[in-house]
């Protein structure tokens, strides 16, 4: 079981004089369990997110963000005791992605050209290379061959990786079985055209390929009618019950909790967590908003 545990972060964009948004968060997130992370506009949620991913655009301060991962979080992979706990913070974004860390965008970029399939089969061979390496090192010889090989989509031979092209055919068709896709999102490319609630789904599908330890949804709900807002949530879910990804779902409102039952909710204020609890915690902030949160965090302090 893989568990991200974030202590007392501290955050601010990073540029001079760069605005503090996170003042001290802690959060502890296991594979198999959903959370749910809500607040108001400003609260620090997104930055949250981007932060766990290594974005650049914020300089963390103070604190930390650990990964600690156990013996059957990669399969059948055995993972060396010195390579069982990593600093995220001292990671570049695809070395985060590699060891299992997976961020759901709020809005998916559109890449003319690229096919889903091609996308997908190139960003989980070279998570699969990329974890490779972290755990255990690099092979001079193999890293001299592989000088100049670029893992664009759109060049180098189609067998080209770990997973070849027939491997990647069956798995992606189990996985869009799985999450109940139109098999005609595999050679549409990556997100053009699609539809919001398309682009959706297609994050959830990524999660389902690339199979995380832990998966960071950033309002992925946003601009969802009924319809697809219950096909991502059937997606959710799957991840959670067949492959036991532990997920952050952050989201301003209640409606998606009640497709994915969260095991806990946590409010942020003023980049904080100031209150957690289970699900009934979202029910009341529907009811009643976030004033009497704050009310009550500042009384108390």
């Known amino acids: 079981m893989a568990t991200l545990e974030i202590k007392n972060l501290h955050a601010r964009v990073a540029e001079e004089d760069g605005e503090q948004i996170l003042r001290g968060v802690d959060l502890e997130v296991k594979s198999g369990e959903i959370h749910a992370l809500m607040g108001p506009n400003g609260s620090g949620k997104s930055t949250t997110s981007k932060i766990i ?9 103070d604190g930390e963000i650990l990964l600690h991962l156990e013996e059957g979080d990669f399969g059948d992979v055995d993972i060396p005791d010195d390579a069982r706990t990593w600093n995220l913070l001292e990671l570049e974004p695809n070395e985060r992605a590699a060891l299992g860390i997976f961020l759901g965008f709020q809005y998916p970029a559109e890449i003319e050209g690229v096919t889903m399939t091609n996308f ?54 189990e996985k869009m079985d799985l999450l109940d896709m139109d098999e005609k999102f595999m050679q549409r490319y990556l997100n053009a055209g699609f539809s919001g609630g398309e682009k959706k789904q297609n994050e959830v599908l990524q999660a389902a390929i690339l199979e995380p330890s832990i998966a ?14 219950q096909d991502v949530s059937k997606g959710i879910n799957a991840l959670r019950d067949e492959q036991g990804t532990g997920i952050l779902q952050i989201t301003h409102y209640q409606r998606i909790l009640e497709y994915v039952e969260p095991d806990h909710v946590h409010i942020m204020l003023d980049g904080k967590v100031v209150k957690s609890g289970d699900a009934s ?21």
Do not use: C
């Open 281 to 301: 915690l979202a029910s009341e902030l529907e009811d009643k908003g976030y004033d009497w949160v704050r009310e009550e965090v500042y009384e108390a302090a």
């Open 53 to 61: 991913a290594g974005h650049p655009a914020y300089e963390v301060t």
């Open 216 to 229: 960071v949804l950033d309002e992925i709900d946003s601009g969802l009618d009924i319809d697809r807002l």
């Open 120 to 173: 997908l089969r190139t960003a989980l061979n070279a998570k699969l290379d990329e974890r490779e390496e972290l755990l255990f090192g690099d092979d001079e010889e193999e890293e001299e061959e592989d000088v100049g090989y670029d893992t664009s989509p759109m060049e180098g031979n189609v067998d080209d990786g770990e997973i070849g092209v027939a491997e990647f055919q069956k798995l992606l068709k």
